[in-house]
């Protein structure tokens, strides 16, 4: 049994005590780690997974199987954008020395916290702060529209990406 073949999602939450990541198992619905940085919620998550396991050995019961991926989803998708924000997000990938496609992929990762995106964006995402939907009041004054999913994502308070992928409500 392999801990890292379990589907672990990371996300900045804000808690009373500040902002920190929490991490949590899809398989395993019941444990949630929470940690000062994105890795270290990562890595608590995978010692909880081969933690829980051996208990479970050693109770007689069985670990519930990873997730399998669904086949449908090929990793290929195609988003129309108006041309600016094209252009903007071009030359963002050009500044961090990143291919357009590793810039779109670590922003969308960043936004739904799944680990095995962050990889291929790692020389960027490290400068970036990101606020899911449910923080960007804190983030600053972009206003969403109730039931309107949106990504905003900081760098270096000088330069901002937001989307808005319409109403899902």
């Known amino acids: 049994m392999d801990p890292h073949d379990y589907n672990i999602t990371v996300r900045q939450v804000h808690e009373e005590d500040g902002p920190c990541f929490e991490a949590r198992v899809r398989e395993l619905p019941d444990v949630a780690e929470y940690a000062d940085t994105f890795q270290e919620a990562y890595e608590l998550a995978i010692d909880t997974i081969a933690t829980t396991a051996e208990a479970l050995a050693e109770q007689g019961k069985r670990m519930p199987a990873p997730a399998m991926v669904n086949d449908e989803y090929s990793g290929r998708i195609t988003v129309r954008v108006p ?21 779109i992929a670590g922003a969308l990762g960043v936004y739904v916290g799944v680990r095995g995106v962050l990889t291929p964006a790692a020389a960027f995402l490290p400068q970036y702060t990101a606020f899911s939907d449910e923080s960007i009041a804190v983030a600053g004054n972009a206003q969403r529209r109730p039931g309107t999913p949106q990504l905003r994502v900081v760098r270096d308070n000088n330069m901002q990406m937001e989307a808005d992928w319409g109403n899902t409500g």
Do not use: I, M
């Open 83 to 103: 041309r600016n924000l094209h252009r903007e997000l071009a030359e963002a990938a050009e500044k961090e020395n990143v291919s357009l496609n590793q810039l």
